[in-house]
T-cell receptor, first 113, second 117 residues
Framework: GENVEQHPSTLSVQEGDSAVIKCTYS??????FPWYKQELGKGPQLIID?????GEKKDQRIAVTLNKTAKHFSLHITETQPEDSAVYFC????????????FGKGNQVVVIP | EAGVAQSPRYKIIEKRQSVAFWCNPI?????LYWYQQILGQGPKLLIQ????????DSQLPKDRFSAERLKGVDSTLKIQPAKLEDSAVYLC???????????????FGEGSRLTVL
């Protein structure tokens, strides 16, 4: 099955700086790549996603880039704010009929005021 | 719009006891998921329902875990008997997706935290 890995496991950034989290996946058939944000005591929440027919997608301060050849995709957060502090999960799936999402282990992002 | 509701939020039991978790998805969402999230790890799918039918339960430990979704709405996840390694947060999620070639956004509840002593 699909195996998703995230790096680094913990990332500390100064407020206002940019944060980049990278994920690699193993199944070349995967074609859907969402990013979820999980705050303490809450369930994950979708923040951005990308499908394999595009290389980049942007939504305000958040962007995701996809490199299908290298089988990795990255989350970019610009002008980080304290409320960006959370655990971020990447995931991957392909349309094999059940669309099972395989999640990575998560990245703890800490924005230092 | 109301979100995904789960209960109880916290449960502490001893090993070999049983426990049940309840989930009420967002109204109109056809697909319902149960995930297990062990501390420090990402969510792992246990079972996926499309309306009241099971789509994927390949990662559900069927000797001790069971789940049902009656009338295609609410769902319960049961563990009997519980083991120490079942300590985790059990997340319920729902989506509008009705299968096929498109996967949609998953809306997660706040989870039920289980501690097995």
């Amino acid at each position: 099955g699909e195996n998703v890995e995230q790096h680094p496991s913990t990332l500390s950034v100064q407020e206002g700086d940019s944060a980049v989290i990278k994920c690699t996946y193993s199944d070349s058939a995967s074609n859907y790549f969402p990013w979820y944000k999980q705050e303490l005591g809450k369930g994950p929440q979708l923040i951005i996603d990308i499908r394999s027919n595009v290389g980049e997608k942007k939504d305000q301060r958040i962007a995701v880039t996809l490199n299908k050849t290298a089988k990795h995709f990255s989350l970019h957060i610009t002008e980080t704010q304290p409320e960006d502090s959370a655990v971020y999960f990447c995931a991957a799936s392909h349309t094999d009929g059940n669309n099972r999402l395989a999640f990575g282990k998560g990245n703890q992002v800490v924005v230092i005021p | 719009e109301a979100g995904v509701a789960q209960s109880p939020r916290y449960k502490i039991i001893e090993k070999r006891q049983s426990v049940a978790f309840w989930c009420n998805p967002i109204s109109g969402h056809a697909t319902l998921y149960w995930y297990q999230q062990i501390l420090g790890q990402g969510p792992k799918l246990l079972i996926q329902f499309q309306n009241n039918g099971v789509v994927d339960d390949s990662q559900l430990p069927k000797d001790r875990f069971s789940a049902e979704r009656l009338k295609g709405v609410d769902s319960t996840l049961k563990i009997q008997p519980a083991k120490l390694e079942d300590s985790a947060v059990y997340l319920c999620a729902s989506s509008l997706s009705r299968g096929g070639s498109t996967i949609g956004e998953l809306f997660f509840g706040e989870g039920s935290r289980l501690t097995v002593l």
